[in-house]
């Protein structure tokens, strides 16, 4: 699975922010990853003082989650670094979506969600 290396990495086709930098994942991967973990952790256990897994599920009753991709960016570019997040990152992001998905339906892991089969993670859609 990937590992967040920015909030803020690049775009798919690593285009921009941070300029020059190609060895950034694009945040639609990112996005992808953490998606992946909140599901898995809300389908996961209880853990002891020691963090370890007690078996009881978090949310015992939970069955369906409903995920959504951001709203649109706009032309937002006036944070310092000129990097506010616009589009196509907005865009792009619903592709974490789609692929969380996908490997969901394909029971299959992903390189960067990871395992969000049933058995790991609630149905969402």
Same mark, same amino acid.
């Given at each position: 699975m990937a590992t967040p290396s920015s909030p803020i990495a690049a775009d798919l086709k690593r285009l921009y922010c941070p300029p020059g930098n190609p060895t950034f994942e694009p945040d639609a991967y990112v996005a992808e990853a953490y998606l992946g973990d909140i599901m898995?952790?809300?389908?996961?256990?209880? !853990?002891? &003082? @020691?963090?370890?897994?007690?078996? /009881?599920?978090?949310?015992?009753? !939970?069955?369906? /989650?409903?995920?959504?991709?951001? /709203?649109?960016?706009?032309?937002? @570019?006036?944070?310092? @670094?000129?990097?506010? @997040?616009?589009?196509?990152? &907005?865009?792009? !992001?619903?592709? &974490?979506?789609?692929?969380? /998905?996908?490997?969901q339906i394909n029971a299959t892991p992903d390189p960067y969600s990871g395992d969000v089969s049933y058995n790991s993670a609630p149905w969402f859609d």
């Amino acid at each position: 699975m990937a590992t967040p290396s920015s909030p803020i990495a690049a775009d798919l086709k690593r285009l921009y922010c941070p300029p020059g930098n190609p060895t950034f994942e694009p945040d639609a991967y990112v996005a992808e990853a953490y998606l992946g973990d909140i599901m898995r952790y809300l389908k996961c256990c209880e !853990l002891d &003082a @020691n963090g370890n897994s007690t078996g /009881i599920p978090r949310y015992p009753h !939970l069955q369906q /989650i409903f995920i959504t991709s951001r /709203i649109y960016g706009g032309y937002a @570019n006036g944070s310092p @670094n000129g990097c506010l @997040n616009p589009e196509p990152f &907005a865009y792009e !992001l619903s592709f &974490a979506v789609q692929r969380l /998905i996908l490997a969901q339906i394909n029971a299959t892991p992903d390189p960067y969600s990871g395992d969000v089969s049933y058995n790991s993670a609630p149905w969402f859609d």
